[in-house]
């Protein structure tokens, strides 16, 4: 199995930053892909960020130029560093990871953190 578990989370105002971290633990072989989803309420998930092995990353057209994710392979962390913040960013972020966890398999199993609130208000 398994564990993400991100921080960082919390409440700021408009044009102001927080960074997020994401760890993840457990049974790992390697990580493929480590992203960042959002959920704002009564909306569904939606992608934010995303990062490989290989560091190439993709973002939503909403935070480009305002939201940075990198990760750090040898810790199974992920980062999203996010400036500017407005309040439509308001939502719980989770993280999510795309794992290898058999040497005997190159199938990759996918696992979600619990999520952080993130709050954008005055």
């Known amino acids: 199995q398994v564990h993400l578990v991100e921080s960082g989370g919390g409440l700021v105002q408009p044009g102001g930053s927080l960074r997020l971290s994401c760890v993840a633990s457990g049974s790992i072989v390697s990580i493929n892909q480590m992203a960042w989803y959002r959920q704002a309420p009564g909306k569904q998930r939606e992608f934010v960020a995303s990062i490989n092995s290989g560091s190439v990353f993709n973002y939503h057209d909403s935070v480009k130029g305002r939201f940075t994710v990198s990760r750090d392979n040898a810790k199974n962390t992920v980062t999203l560093q996010m400036n500017n913040l407005k309040p439509e960013d308001t939502a719980v972020y989770y993280c999510?990871?795309?794992?290898?966890?058999?040497?005997?398999?190159?199938?990759?199993?996918?696992?979600w953190g619990q999520g952080t609130q993130v709050t954008v208000s005055s």
């Open positions: 999510n990871a795309n794992v290898r966890v058999n040497l005997s398999s190159w199938r990759l199993s996918q696992f």
